[in-house]
């Protein structure tokens, strides 16, 4: 018999405490998911939050869904759709069989009906440009929509992958008003929205009548478990203690630490999404002195070493980033970017400091002109704070001083907002090189969440083409440019590609984990006991 | 005025003759308390240690190595190294060095404006409920907010956080002295420094506040320990000193989450501020036997 770590039963002990009795006494179909963090609401348009997206995915459903491999476009409230010539007119046939939650039968008014409601100044809607510039939709009858675009939106199918596009009952909105995503969330989706206690548990139940699942999954509903609670765990140990010793069921929080601990364990299976992309990096503010200096940005993106710091905090599990998008990613332009400034070379990093006249001083830093070479960096907490750390040791080793700024996550996101730091650090989720590219780089997104202040009219001009391209080889070239402009840059010190994994405790199969948004569960119909 | 004059010398000027003999007997007391020489003795060492840090510690601690992350104690790494590859021995010292440094400074700095506004609470009555109802105030916060708010305005750092212990040392202290003050201000020859028309400065620093000396000095060594734990405990939530400085608390907060398999990171740190405080602890009681004359009765 295998004897429990410690490290097993005193985080046992603390998740006990944690976890109501009504859990720990949980029914055999339900499952219990830990995370580290909530959601602010559950509002499809109201929040950009992965907290968010992870249970919109359940509760509702987009009118497309997303493959595991990150690229393919596939059916879901949409049967199939065509595209006019133009690229303007999108005309999807929806499915005739989709009831939300509340019993209530869907029909393409309540596609337009959600679509005009994130595009409402009223709603004060968040990334509202993943709509495209849309003109008018229609709902031709209940099974026929009409969307229309201003302009052609090379990357509308993609975006319409994503939960901001989640069909939502438009009755219960105005029901609810300020408590809709709070109080309920009334969808389509595989589970159904029961009770929210923030910062504590989300409850959601079967939706029983689901069986349009997108055909990726091997059960397209309903789902074989009835309930599934989203925990609220903050504590690295606890949520890895919780997983072994059944007191959740899930979780794709695993610190990294821990991943080989688990992979160990026979009774838990840790799975890894085959395809997902999500970049973490530090990036200048190229409007602040030094910040605006291409060689020493080119310098410190030497002096970094994204090897050993993969190897170090993530403890090999992540990938070094040597460019701002992951290399399997849709329409990255692998031959047009040089990554050549990328890589770790501390002798050419002194070389080009030297060259531009910063000179060692006593104290081991360099100084040109009386001033020192000195950045001030706003930086999360958690791993990015070792690694802005290892970050910090390897840019003294090249006479840099670089001053870190922690914050917690209440306060960073409003501290990114100011001009007041040379450095920032971010990670971020995309599905295509357009969406990282139109993310941070158009002029119009400054302050955030183009917070390197990039401003460049011909950035903005290939961004635009991009958008409006009407074929994936247009559109793949305008994003090229965009990629190789911003690299050449170096504004920003790609860290690493963070890799997605999913535990599975004892109780249940191994889960496929899918790349979406960071959301490894997505519509959770993989979930099943054993 | 010639026999006035003379009274108050022969009353009892504190800082004068007693004293003078007093000391001896002090320190031949405090020999005898084993358990306060030990303390004394571990607190003389950690100090000289801290000093000495620059020229002692073995590496740079602040040269990261990502290769030597988490290794346990070695030959060439006594103590092993941190999260961050770094050699932990010197990190401690240049910890010991911070943590001592922001106590004493918080200590010292808190300790003095408590026992001014102490001695002018008791001195003059007419300031004593304003300056008491401000102390009561301070009191009635938690050390840990305050530090939370310092660092909201001045931002998290070894000086927001030397001005939050500051602040929060000084209530106590305040009170304290009052206490001692107002009792010595029942004493003869208080009143006879006033007849004699001695300026209230000079009876307060140099009358009074002598003779409330050995009760402030034992509290603030009490309280020494006390502010070497809150500053390790504010560093610990992330409000004291930031990356890379080496600092006891934070440094066992680095730790934490390896503290399965790697627990020298987090426990080295952990069990120096332990002993620190509680070499404080024992000497300040040792000071508060030898200095308290009811309790040398």
């Not at chain 2, 409000?239 to 080295?268: C, K, W």
């Not at chain 2, 009681?285 to 308290?292: E, H, W, Y």
Request: net charge neutral; hydrophobic share 45%.
């Amino acid at each position: 018999m295998r004897t429990p770590r410690p490290a097993t039963l005193l985080g046992a002990l603390a998740l006990a405490a944690l976890l109501p009795a009504a859990t720990l006494a949980s029914a055999e179909t339900t499952v219990t998911v830990m995370r580290t963090i909530d959601a602010d609401r559950y509002d499809p348009h109201r929040s950009t939050a992965r907290s968010t997206s992870e249970a919109l995915f359940m509760t509702g459903d987009t009118l497309v869904s997303l493959d595991p491999d990150m690229r393919t476009i596939r059916p879901l409230l949409a049967k199939s759709w065509t595209v006019s010539e133009d690229g303007k007119l999108y005309t999807f046939k929806l499915r005739d069989d989709v009831t939300f939650c509340s019993g209530k039968k869907f029909t393409a008014k309540d596609v337009k009906a959600s679509i005009e409601r994130w595009l409402d100044p009223a709603t004060k809607g968040v990334v509202k440009n993943r709509a495209g510039d849309v003109k008018e939709i229609r709902a031709v009858d209940d099974t026929t929509l009409e969307y229309e675009l201003s302009q052609p939106y090379s990357e509308l199918l993609y975006q319409m992958t994503q939960s901001f596009h989640t069909v939502i009952n438009i009755d219960q909105v105005k029901e609810l008003g300020e408590d809709f995503g709070v109080k309920g969330m009334d969808g389509t989706g595989p589970f159904c929205f029961v009770s929210w206690e923030p910062r504590n548990q989300l409850v959601l139940k079967k939706h029983a009548a689901y069986k349009w699942g997108p055909e990726f999954y091997e059960n397209r509903g309903p789902s074989k478990i009835d309930t599934i609670i989203w925990k609220i765990v903050p504590e690295d140990n606890n949520r890895v203690a919780g997983i072994q010793s059944k007191q959740g069921d899930i979780t794709q929080y695993i610190p990294y630490w821990a991943i080989d601990q688990l992979q160990a364990n026979p009774q838990i299976a840790v799975t890894k999404a085959p395809y997902y992309f999500w970049t973490y990096f530090v990036g200048f503010k190229i409007t602040r002195e030094m910040a605006d200096d291409l060689t020493i940005r080119k310098a410190l993106n030497l002096a970094v070493d994204q090897k050993a710091i993969a190897e170090g905090p993530f403890f090999g599990k992540a990938e070094p980033a040597y460019s701002y998008i992951h290399p399997e990613v849709l329409d990255y332009a692998k031959d047009q970017v040089d990554t050549s400034i990328y890589g770790y070379d501390l002798d050419k990093a002194k070389a080009l400091l030297e060259e531009a006249g910063w000179k060692v001083g006593n104290d081991g830093f360099r100084y040109k002109d009386g001033k020192k070479l000195k950045l001030l960096a706003y930086s999360f907490t958690n791993i990015w704070q070792q690694v802005m750390e290892a970050m910090q040791g390897d840019l003294r080793k090249a006479g840099v001083d670089l001053e870190i700024q922690i914050f917690d996550a209440t306060v960073i996101w409003g501290k990114l907002g100011t001009q007041d730091f040379d450095m920032f650090t971010m990670s971020y989720p995309y599905v295509s090189a357009g969406d990282a590219m139109n993310l941070y780089f158009p002029s119009g997104n400054r302050p955030t969440p183009n917070r390197v202040n990039w401003a460049d009219d011909t950035t903005d001009q290939w961004l635009n083409e991009g958008r409006s391209a009407l074929t994936a080889e247009a559109r793949f070239d305008a994003y090229a440019k965009v990629q190789k402009q911003v690299h050449d840059a170096a504004v920003w010190i790609p860290i690493v590609h963070e890799p997605m994994y999913m535990a599975a405790g004892p109780r249940l199969k191994p889960i496929p984990a899918h790349g979406i948004y960071g959301a490894g569960l997505y519509k959770g119909l993989a979930i099943e006991l054993k | 005025m010639t026999e006035l004059s003379a009274t108050p010398a022969a009353v009892l000027p504190a800082e004068t003759a007693p004293d003078r003999y007093r000391r001896p007997s002090i320190w031949r007391k405090l020999r005898r308390d084993r358990a306060a020489m030990l303390a004394s003795g571990f607190l003389t060492i950690v100090i000289a240690l801290g000093l000495l840090a620059p020229w002692i510690a073995p590496y740079d601690p602040y040269d990261n190595n990502l290769r030597n992350m988490l290794k346990p104690p070695s030959e060439a790494f006594w103590l092993g190294n941190d999260g961050q590859g770094r050699d932990l021995l010197s990190r401690l010292l240049y910890g010991v060095r911070t943590t001592l440094s922001m106590g004493l400074i918080a200590v010292g700095l808190g300790g003095s404006i408590g026992a001014v506004l102490g001695l002018l609470a008791a001195y003059f009555r007419h300031l004593e409920g304003p300056i008491m109802r401000v102390v009561d105030v301070l009191l009635s916060f938690p050390s840990i907010l305050f530090g939370l708010a310092i660092a909201a305005v001045l931002g998290a750092g070894t000086f927001s956080i030397t001005v939050a212990l500051t602040v929060a040392a000084v209530p106590s202290i305040a009170r304290i002295t009052r206490g001692a003050a107002l009792v010595v201000m029942q004493q003869e020859y208080i009143a006879a420094c006033r007849a004699i028309g001695m300026s209230d400065l000079r009876i307060m620093f140099r009358h009074l506040l002598p003779n409330c000396a050995s009760t402030i000095f034992v509290y603030l060594t009490l309280q020494l320990g006390q502010t070497i734990l809150l500053g390790a405990a504010l560093s610990f939530i992330g409000l004291g000193a930031q990356p890379p400085t080496a600092e006891l608390g934070t440094m066992a907060a680095d730790g934490r989450n390896y503290l399965f398999f790697a627990p020298h990171v987090s426990t080295i740190p952990s069990v120096a501020i332990f002993m620190i405080v509680l070499a404080f602890n024992v000497l300040g009681d040792a000071l508060r036997d030898v200095l308290d004359p009811r309790l040398r009765q």
